[in-house]
C-alpha cells in the first residue's frame, strides 16, 4: 500500500489530441451528461467523481460523455469508435455497444454491493468483453472468464471533495456513537403481504431470481446487518447512540425479534442526514459496519469516520488491513461479543483515541488515501485509462 505524499498530476501539457471518454451505467439519472451537476451528483453515492472529471476535462486532458452521448455521437459520425475509452459500471449496455462498434475496453468499474447487484454480476459473469483494468472485488472478476486476465485493482470507494473536510470537535465535547446507515435489512417482505397483485407478481419473481441466482445466493450468507442491529441495541438500551437515515421507523420486513428489539429503542432514531461529515464530526466514535462481509468489498463508511475525525469501528471486508493501516480504525473482528465492544468504547481514553484519528489523517493524505477524494479517484482512473499504471 502507498504511503507517501499525494500531488496532483498535471498530464494536459503531454497530450495533443483530447482523450475521448465515455463514462457507461445503466442508471438513467446518470446519462445525459447530467453529472456535470454536483447538486445532482450529491444525490448519489460515491458518484461525484464523474463529476470531478467533467469538470477538469481540459486540465486532465480528456472529453468526457456518458455513454447515451457517447454512443449517440459515435453513430452521428462526430467520433469516431476506436478513438473512444469505455469506463463501465458493470454490465453497462451502452458500454457494450460502443464496444461492439469497436470502442476500447478500458476500465471496469465496480462500486455497487454484490449482495445489491447481483444481476449485474450474473451477467457480468458470462461476459465476452475483455477490459484492461478491473476496480473491484477481485473475487468478483476471477469468475468471468473474459476478466480473469484484466489487471485487478482494489477498490478505492470515492467519498468526499478535498476541499470539504469538516472541523474536528474537541474529544471530550463530542457525543458517544452514531450510525448513519438507510435500515437496509437483508430479508424481503414476502410477496404474498403485496398490496395487490401487480406488487405480488414483481415480488414474486425478484424473488424467484434471488433464488437462481449464485451471487444472491453467496452474498446473502456474508450479511452484516444483524450484527449492526446488534450493537444498536447494545449501545441503545444505555442512550450511548443516535441513529440517522431512512427506514427506521418501517420495521415491517424484520424478524419479529428483531423489530421488538428496535421498538424497545426508538427514541435513538433521529431522521434524515443533511451532512454526513459535519454530523459524524460532532460523536466520538462511528459504526462502521459494510451491508456485506465480501472480501475485497471497502466502502465509504469507514473513510467517512476518518475524514470527520471520528474513531470507525469497522465490520465488513475480511482483508481489510490490507487496504486501510490497521492503527486507524476500530477492527470489530477482534471483539468476542458486542458487549466487549461497548466496554471497550466505554473505557477509551483521549490518547488512544487521538492515536487513532491521527493515523486515520496520515492515511487520508497519503497517494493511497487521496483515492478516495471524487478529485483523487477520477485523476487515477484516468491514469489507467492512459497506461499510467500507479503501484498499487
Known amino acids: 500500500m502507498e504511503t507517501g505524499e499525494f500531488t496532483t498530476p498535471c498530464w494536459s501539457s503531454k497530450i495533443g489530441n483530447r482523450m475521448k471518454i465515455a463514462f457507461c451505467s445503466d442508471i438513467s439519472q446518470f446519462h445525459q451528461d447530467l453529472l456535470r451537476d454536483r447538486a445532482w451528483s450529491q444525490n448519489f453515492l460515491g458518484s461525484a467523481w464523474v463529476t470531478s472529471l467533467y469538470e477538469r476535462q481540459t486540465e486532465l486532458g480528456i472529453e468526457l460523455a456518458s455513454g447515451d452521448v457517447a454512443l449517440q455521437r459515435v453513430k452521428s459520425g462526430q467520433w469516431r469508435a476506436d478513438e473512444v475509452q469505455v469506463i463501465q459500471e458493470m454490465d453497462a449496455r451502452h458500454g457494450r455497444e460502443l464496444c461492439r462498434l469497436g470502442s476500447v475496453p478500458s476500465v471496469l468499474v465496480m462500486l455497487e454491493s454484490p449482495l445489491v447487484a447481483y444481476r449485474s454480476v450474473d451477467h457480468l459473469m458470462r461476459s465476452d468483453v475483455t477490459f484492461a483494468h478491473c476496480v473491484g472485488p477481485q473475487a468478483i472478476f476471477a469468475h468471468a472468464q473474459a476478466l480473469r486476465q484484466s489487471r485487478h485493482w482494489r477498490l478505492s470507494f470515492p467519498s468526499y471533495w478535498r476541499d ?169 473482528r477482534a471483539f468476542r461479543s458486542v458487549d466487549t465492544l461497548a466496554e471497550y468504547m466505554e473505557q477509551m481514553t483521549d490518547t488512544e483515541a487521538t492515536a487513532i484519528i491521527d493515523a486515520g489523517q496520515t492515511f487520508l493524505r497519503s497517494s493511497f488515501g487521496q483515492r478516495h477524494t471524487y478529485e483523487g479517484f477520477g485523476e487515477w482512473i484516468v491514469s489507467l485509462v492512459m497506461g499510467k499504471e500507479p503501484d498499487e
Not at 473536510?165 to 465535547?173: D, G, N, T, V
Request: charged share 20%; aromatic share 10%; proline share 5%.
Open 164 to 332: 470539504q473536510l469538516p472541523i474536528p470537535q474537541p474529544w471530550a465535547q463530542r457525543k458517544h456513537a452514531v450510525l448513519v446507515a438507510a435500515n437496509k435489512y437483508w430479508r424481503e417482505r414476502k410477496w404474498a403481504a403485496a398490496r395487490n397483485a401487480n406488487d405480488a407478481f414483481r415480488a414474486l419473481k425478484k424473488t424467484l431470481r434471488q433464488h437462481f441466482s449464485a451471487t444472491y445466493q453467496s452474498c446473502r450468507l456474508l450479511q452484516l446487518h444483524d450484527a449492526r442491529l446488534d450493537l444498536l441495541q447494545v449501545l441503545g438500551v444505555h442512550d450511548k447512540i443516535e441513529v440517522f437515515g431512512r427506514g427506521w421507523n418501517d420495521t415491517g420486513n424484520m424478524p419479529p425479534h428483531q423489530a421488538a428489539r428496535l421498538a424497545g429503542i426508538h427514541s435513538v432514531f433521529k431522521g434524515a442526514c443533511d451532512n454526513k461529515h459535519e454530523l459524524l464530526s460532532l460523536y466520538k466514535f462511528t459504526i462502521a459496519f459494510e451491508n456485506t462481509a465480501y472480501p475485497g468489498y471497502v466502502t465509504e463508511k469507514i473513510i467517512d469516520a476518518m475524514v470527520a475525525a471520528s474513531v470507525p469501528l469497522y465490520l465488513g471486508a475480511p482483508d481489510i488491513v490490507e487496504q486501510v493501516p490497521t492503527e486507524a480504525f476500530v477492527n470489530v
